[in-house]
């Protein structure tokens, strides 16, 4: 190796040695999963500047596998992607816990096209790095270049490896918190947020809102008849049904936008964030329908038909305050219920007094 060169290299590992030692600082510094995969981010990207590269965890409910990060050309198309452990070259990193250095992926059988397709970017090299952590694979950092782009090296391999165990150590611990955190938020019955998370964060999305101009929804349902299913098969049933119900409106929302909560007894609210009044209406016709086509409790040797009432309100259409907000919503949902049930209402306009207008039907729970 010639002086230069010899500099070079040298200069390149006072530089990883450097970023390591930084990146150790860091991680430890913070348990916000956020922040600790934004550092993530910044560290890959300088560090080994490529072209491409994806953070892809696993999502915990479903199994699945998604792009948590997605940097570079084509980026943005692949977020709204999954796919399933051992499919593609990643899948086969998260599945087998093992590192990957492809330097033509045109040659390797495991490769997915699809995600290139999505993308409108062409793979060349690709390197891709499992994040493992207390011998459990998290997910997988996968760095792409493409056919203009010198091809990925055993010492990118091993620094992004590097890279991988701090993040790994780093994740897992962020998650651990953020459980701890869950327990004073969740519903212990249905697995979704509870009415007190609802209130304190309606009112934090109503003031973002307000300061972006963004519109913000909530849909409230009540689960019709919901009372016969306790009465006829005990109330351990009746809890059974309950998550079964958080469970499908979980599945029904958006990734990271909406959020599902147990409002109490049989009523559950969805908050849409930036979606106006029209699209509410629309997922709430979702929920609607996804009610009719499910039926419930079959683990149990029964076969449940159910259905649910459903209201709809906006901000800052139907209310000025996060507590309005959600009185404007309940009142369409009975509204609904008063429309005999299986149905849909949407708010009315405030009153002069800038509170909802209540809706003339008696609450008879269920």
């Known amino acids: 190796m010639n002086p230069a060169d010899l500099l070079s290299a040298m200069k390149r590992t006072v530089e ?20 600790v995969l934004a550092l993530v981010m910044q560290k890959v990207s300088a560090l080994l500047r490529p072209r491409n590269w994806s953070l892809i965890l696993q999502d915990e409910r479903t199994g699945k596998l998604y792009f948590e990060i997605a940097v570079g ?39 997915a096209p699809r995600f290139d397709e999505a993308s409108a970017f062409h793979t060349r090299s690709l390197l891709a790095v499992p994040l493992v952590a207390r011998e459990r694979v998290l997910g997988v950092i996968e760095l792409v270049n493409g056919p203009t782009e010198p091809g990925f090296t055993h010492d990118d391999l091993t620094a992004l490896s590097a890279i991988a165990d701090y993040a790994a150590i780093a994740i897992e611990n962020a998650r651990n918190f953020r459980r701890v955190q869950e327990l004073t938020i969740t519903d212990e019955h249905t697995g979704c947020f509870n009415a007190r998370h609802l209130r304190a964060q309606l009112e934090q999305e109503v003031k973002r809102s307000a300061r972006f101009r963004h519109p913000l929804s ?145 609450r008879s729970g269920g």
């Not at 084509?74 to 070259?89: R, V, W």
């Not at 005999?340 to 008696?362: C, F, H, L, M, Q």
């Open 16 to 35: 990883q040695l450097a970023a390591y030692n930084e990146m150790a600082k860091a991680l430890t510094s913070t348990l916000e999963l956020r922040e």
């Open 218 to 362: 909530l849909v409230f349902l009540d689960l019709d008849h919901f009372k016969s299913i306790n009465d006829r098969h005990g109330h351990l049933v009746g809890s059974a049904t309950l998550k079964e119900v958080g469970d499908l409106l979980i599945s029904l929302g958006r990734h990271n936008l909406d959020a599902v909560f147990r409002y109490g007894g049989d009523e559950f609210a969805v908050m849409l964030i930036e979606t106006d009044t029209e699209g509410a209406q629309v997922i709430a016709q979702r929920i609607c329908e996804a009610f009719r086509g499910q039926r419930f409790l079959r683990e149990q040797g029964l076969d449940v038909a159910l259905t649910a009432s459903v209201g709809v309100a906006s901000f800052p259409d139907h209310a000025s305050t996060s507590t309005d907000l959600i009185r404007a919503a309940d009142f369409a949902m009975y509204a609904a219920k008063g429309r005999g049930r299986d149905g849909i209402a949407v708010a009315e306009a405030p009153s002069a007094e800038g509170t909802p207008r209540e809706v003339p039907y008696a």
């Open 73 to 111: 050309e084509g980026a943005e198309a692949l977020k709204g992607l999954q796919l399933n452990p051992g499919e593609g070259i990643a899948g086969a990193v998260f599945s087998s816990g093992i590192a990957r250095l492809v330097h033509d992926v045109g040659g390797d059988p495991s490769f």
